[in-house]
């Protein structure tokens, strides 16, 4: 068995490992893949030459590079892939009722952070969807999935933006803060639990260590949002909440270009 390490040095997230393993599963001289993602490594585990593993990954445009290859490799232990599932789809459901709640109330209190929020909260949902659903499924219906919630999530993102830039340049009335500051406190909540699930597993599995960086990005665009209902208050303005509601958009509509990405 031989192990080749590459270095990807754009892969920071879920997306970019669905990329790699959906561009890499025709390949059957492949036995195993293990990522790094916070540490941007991919140690690869296989037979015969390395050549095709390579132009494979190059194709992606991933600022990628071989480090080396070793020839008497042994295959790591797997982890309790059952207990993985099982938290993430925890870390799903939370997720997912989260952009019920957020997205529900965000309309009641005529709120952009909620709303980017709870966007925010359902592009992590169908990440871990992907990551769930396409386990053993073929690579045409992989792509196909992620194509319709790519261009799903890209759709509201957009109408986010429209109604931001909207409310900028028209009268419009100013956010409840008491709303988002209480429903971003329980999602903040929501999040902690989640992280909390997630270190308790101790995994070293790619997909456990993106969901801890997704989920701590969450966490810190909740403090966002209670920032925003905090100065919304204080200078009894509107501005605040656009302002937070449009960086996390930018964050959701940058998300979905990268899951349609693994489309092509």
Not at 26 to 36: A, M, N, R, S, T
Not at 118 to 137: E, K
Not at 190 to 203: D, F
Not at 242 to 248: A, N
Request: net charge neutral.
């Amino acid at each position: 068995m031989k192990k080749s390490t590459f270095s990807i040095t754009k892969m920071d997230c879920p997306s970019e490992e669905q990329m790699i393993r959906m561009k890499l599963e025709p390949l059957g001289q492949i036995k195993h893949l293990e990522f790094d993602i916070p540490a941007r490594k991919l140690d690869v585990f296989h037979q015969d030459e390395v050549l095709p593993i390579q132009n494979a990954i190059s194709e992606l445009n991933l600022n990628d590079q071989l480090q080396g290859t070793t020839s008497e490799a042994e295959m790591p232990i797997a982890e309790d892939e059952t207990k993985h599932k099982k938290i993430l789809w925890w870390v799903l459901g939370i997720n997912f009722g989260f952009f019920v709640i957020e997205m529900t109330t965000g309309w009641i209190s005529a709120s952009m952070g909620l709303i980017a929020d709870s966007l925010d909260m359902l592009a992590d949902s169908i990440v871990y969807g992907l990551s769930l659903f396409a386990v053993g499924a073929a690579v045409s219906r992989k792509k196909k999935v992620a194509k319709i919630s790519g261009y799903f999530q890209m759709g509201l993102a957009l109408l986010g933006f429209s109604e931001v830039l909207r409310r900028f340049f028209t009268q419009s009335e100013t956010p409840l803060f008491q709303w988002m500051i209480i429903v971003s406190l329980l999602a903040l909540v929501g999040n902690l639990v989640s992280l909390w699930l997630i270190n308790k597993a101790k995994s070293k599995e790619a997909h456990m260590q993106a969901s801890a960086i997704f989920t701590s990005n969450d966490i810190i665009v909740n403090g966002g949002v209670i920032l925003a209902g905090v100065l919304v208050y204080f200078l009894e303005s509107k501005w605040p909440d656009l302002i937070v509601g449009g960086i996390v958009f930018a964050f959701v509509l940058r998300g979905a270009v990268r899951i349609l990405k693994l489309a092509k």
